[in-house]
């Protein structure tokens, strides 16, 4: 599997790198998927702004070809400069295949086994209640 990081990393509200900031978040989140029989892919992180704060200034975090015989889910989360944070999943043709529909900065979203083709996996600043915040996603299969 051949997997992207379209975004740079960048520095929590403390000065510490994005990912030691969220791996605290979506460590316990990656443990308890483990547990429902969830397989840990990858992980990807990223610092969102106003500038991403509507559906056409999305950050992709990833993008990749999913086997047909696995579904896959994208748990995320985000630090307290969100009041929330949205995963949206695009096809090839840039059309929305699935999306956190939830309100808060902890997005689920399950993509059922379908067949392969290039998906993108972004962040959406639904709701950012500072200048800047971190967010992070799992990508499990199973």
Not at 13 to 37: I, Q
Request: charged fraction near 25%; hydrophobic fraction near 40%.
């Amino acid at each position: 599997m051949r997997l992207s990081l379209l975004v740079a990393l960048a520095a929590c509200g403390d000065g510490t790198e994005c990912e030691a900031c969220m791996v605290g978040c979506l460590e316990p989140k990656s443990w308890e998927a483990k547990e429902d029989g969830w397989s840990e892919r990858t992980r990807h992180y990223a610092t969102l702004s106003p500038d991403h704060a509507s559906p056409d200034a999305l950050v992709r975090v990833a993008q990749f070809r999913p086997y047909p015989n696995l579904e896959y889910r994208f748990i995320g989360c985000a630090d307290d400069g969100f009041a929330n944070v949205d995963v949206v999943v695009y096809d090839a043709e840039n059309a929305i295949i699935a999306r956190d529909t939830q309100n808060g900065r902890d997005p689920d979203v399950l993509l059922p086994a379908q067949s392969s083709g290039l998906i993108s996996i972004r962040l959406f600043a639904a709701d950012l209640r500072s200048d800047t915040g971190e967010a992070g996603v799992l990508i499990m299969a199973r």
